[in-house]
């Protein structure tokens, strides 16, 4: 029986021994291998889009420009910004800057008798004390006559229904054929009043485009 346990030692550390170790160095060898990670590939980076109202699209100008504007061209003071119109049947507008905020002048055009727009107007302002009267001149307009009121007061917008205080508006009224065509500035007395002969001169600036 000796000689038995004897003979199956001898065999197996014969036999498991390298097995074992080759079991281990295949165990440690995988162990020092790093994992091979994935490299994910560059993004590309989309171009920055530039908006209208971003100030590297809209550079500043520094002298009068040209814009057509329904058929009419007329000419522009550089600190005019042209701006999309904000409210329906609005053909165009812009904003100037002045001293109590920015005024906003838009064009358009309406049926109806002229008068009654222009009692529409002199409707949305409430004259105080210190408010002048409203007032009533003639204007050119590409070789037409057109009717110029100018109104002063507490202002009521019909639309937005804000009311503000000491505003002026300088409204043209031109008959066209079967309709009307509006020129408005309406803002701040201290924006719209330093404004007033820069206004007339762009009304009276307007030619027909062809």
């Known amino acids: 029986m000796l000689t038995r346990i004897r003979f199956f030692h001898r065999v197996t550390n014969t036999f498991c021994a390298p097995a074992c170790g080759l079991c281990c160095a295949l165990i440690l060898s995988g162990c020092g291998e790093q994992p091979k990670r994935e490299v994910d590939a560059p993004v590309a980076k989309a171009p920055a ?53 920015p005024a906003r002048l838009t064009l358009s055009s309406a049926g109806g008798g002229m008068e009654a727009n222009l009692d529409r107007w002199r409707g949305q ?39 503000n205080k000491d505003w002026r508006m300088l409204g043209v009224a031109i008959p066209i054929g079967d309709t009307n065509y509006f020129i408005k500035l309406t803002g701040p007395a201290s924006t719209v009043t330093p404004r007033r002969e820069e206004f007339l001169k762009f009304v009276e600036s307007a030619k027909q485009a062809k």
Do not use: M, N
Request: no cysteine.
């Open 125 to 163: 302002f409430s004259r105080g004390p210190g408010d002048p009267e409203p007032q009533t001149s003639e204007v050119t307009f590409d070789g037409q006559k057109g009717t110029l009121v100018e109104l002063a007061g507490l202002f009521s917008d019909g639309f937005s229904r804000e009311q």
């Open 49 to 101: 889009v530039e908006t209208a109202g971003s100030s590297k699209s809209r550079e500043k100008k520094t002298e009068a420009y040209e814009a057509t504007v329904a058929g009419y061209r007329y000419v522009v003071p550089p600190d005019w910004d042209e701006i999309p119109p904000t409210r329906q049947f609005v053909l165009g507008e812009f904003t100037i800057p002045g001293d109590g905020g």
